[in-house]
C-alpha cells in the first residue's frame, strides 16, 4: 500500500510499518526495497522497538554493568533540588512508563542517592537524567576499547550504501549488576528509585555497552557490522 510510504525531508522517506511504528529510509532505495523493510518488520516484530514496552534487553548471562568503587571513597547522599512545578506532570508520566518496563524500581534504603536532572524534549515528552557525578567519580573507570569514527569512514569510503541501525535506549537494554543496583538511587518528590538497567550517565556505560554489542556480533564485525 502506497499509502504506507510518505515522503520525510530531502534525503529520506517515511515508511509505516503499523499504526505508530515507522521507519526513515533514505530516497536512494527502490520501491521494491521500502516493500520488502516493511514485510522485514512486519515478520519479526519481536526484533525491533519503537518503545519502551517493546525492549526486550541483553542476556544477563553474556553481559552486565557493574559498578566497582574506589574504596577510599564514602557513600554520598545528594540533597533533593526542586523541580519546575510545571514539569512535574511529564515527570511522573515518564517515570511511571520506566517503573513499568522494569527499567527502574522503588527503594528504600540506599547509602548512594543523587538528583533527578529533567530535560524537555517537546511539548509532550521529557528526558529523566540523573546527576550521577558523585558516584563517577569514585566508579573505577573501564578502559574498553570503543569504535574509532575515523576508522570507519575509512572502511565504508567508496560504498554504493550503507545503513544506520540505531538501538532504541540502547543502554536501557542492559542489566545492572543486582548488588550495585542500589547505587543508582536517584530522589523524586514520589520517592527514591534505583535502575535495573544501565541509565544514561552512568561511568563506564559507554564500555558495558561495547562490550556487549561486540559480543553479540562478533561473528559479524568487519564482515557486515562495524
Not at 28 to 54: G, H, K, M, N
Amino acid at each position: 500500500d502506497k499509502a504506507n510510504i510518505q515522503v520525510k525531508g530531502e534525503d529520506s522517506v517515511s515508511i509505516l510499518v503499523e499504526e505508530g511504528k515507522s521507519l526513515q529510509v533514505g530516497k536512494v532505495t527502490t520501491e521494491r526495497e521500502r516493500y520488502e523493510f516493511i514485510q522485514l518488520c512486519q515478520e519479526f516484530p519481536d526484533v525491533f522497538a519503537w518503545s519502551y514496552e517493546d525492549l526486550k534487553g541483553f542476556n544477563p548471562e553474556l553481559a552486565q554493568h557493574t559498578i566497582e568503587l574506589d574504596l577510599s571513597t564514602k557513600p554520598i547522599r545528594q540533597k533533593q533540588r526542586p523541580f519546575n512545578p510545571h514539569m512535574e506532570p511529564l515527570m511522573r508520566k515518564e517515570l511511571n512508563k520506566l517503573i513499568e518496563s522494569r527499567i527502574i524500581f522503588p527503594i528504600k534504603h540506599s547509602s548512594w542517592v543523587a538528583n533527578l536532572v529533567p530535560f524537555r524534549k517537546n511539548s509532550e515528552e521529557i528526558r529523566l537524567c540523573v546527576d550521577f557525578r558523585n558516584l563517577n567519580r569514585a566508579s573505577l573507570k573501564d578502559h574498553y576499547p570503543l569504535p574509532s569514527m575515523d576508522q570507519i569512514l575509512q572502511v565504508v569510503a567508496g560504498s554504493e550504501r550503507f545503513s544506520l541501525l540505531d538501538g532504541y535506549s540502547g543502554y536501557n537494554q542492559v542489566m545492572v549488576k543486582e548488588e550495585d543496583q542500589f547505587k543508582t538511587t536517584f530522589t523524586t518528590k514520589w520517592g527514591t528509585y534505583a535502575y535495573r538497567k544501565i541509565p544514561f550517565g552512568l561511568s563506564n556505560a559507554r564500555a558495558t555497552f561495547q562490550r556487549a554489542m561486540d559480543m553479540a556480533f562478533k561473528d559479524l564485525i568487519n564482515n557486515m557490522v562495524l
